[in-house]
Nanobody, 121 residues
Framework: QVQLVESGGGLVQSGGSLRLSCAAS????????VGWFRQAPGKEREFVAT????????DYTDSVKGRFIISRDNTKATVYLQMNSLKPEDTAVYFC??????????????WGQGTQVTVSS
């Protein structure tokens, strides 16, 4: 497993932007694909985006395509989620997760504790 810590959440107005970071501990970060998930109160955890070990496989859920960009810096052992044109429905706790497979899903082996993103209207 790898230890993950999210940061960068906060309060932003509708239409604004925010960049989340997912920092990993250890020196095996490059062996893990990383994904972003989010969970709003009373709702199930939802997949947002995933990026493979060398950034060759990138996927987004339909609701964020064209607005969010996932990227990674293996030297810094960090994955980023640039969120643009934010909407109130993006409000949620955002989690990052890691897995040695090419795609990160709900069964990911490692999870961070989350960072709150609130989008006001």
């Amino acid at each position: 497993q790898v230890q993950l810590v999210e940061s960068g959440g906060g309060l932003v107005q509708s239409g604004g932007s925010l960049r989340l970071s997912c920092a990993a501990s250890g020196r095996t970060f490059r062996d893990y694909a990383v994904g972003w998930f989010r969970q709003a109160p009373g709702k199930e955890r939802e997949f947002v985006a995933t990026i493979s070990q060398t950034s060759l496989v990138i996927d987004y859920t339909d609701s964020v395509k064209g607005r969010f960009i996932i990227s990674r810096d293996n030297t810094k052992a960090t994955v980023y989620l640039q969120m643009n044109s934010l909407k109130p429905e993006d409000t949620a706790v955002y989690f990052c997760a890691a897995d040695r497979r090419l795609r990160v899903g709900a069964t990911a082996s490692s999870w961070g504790q989350g960072t709150q993103v609130t989008v006001s209207s």
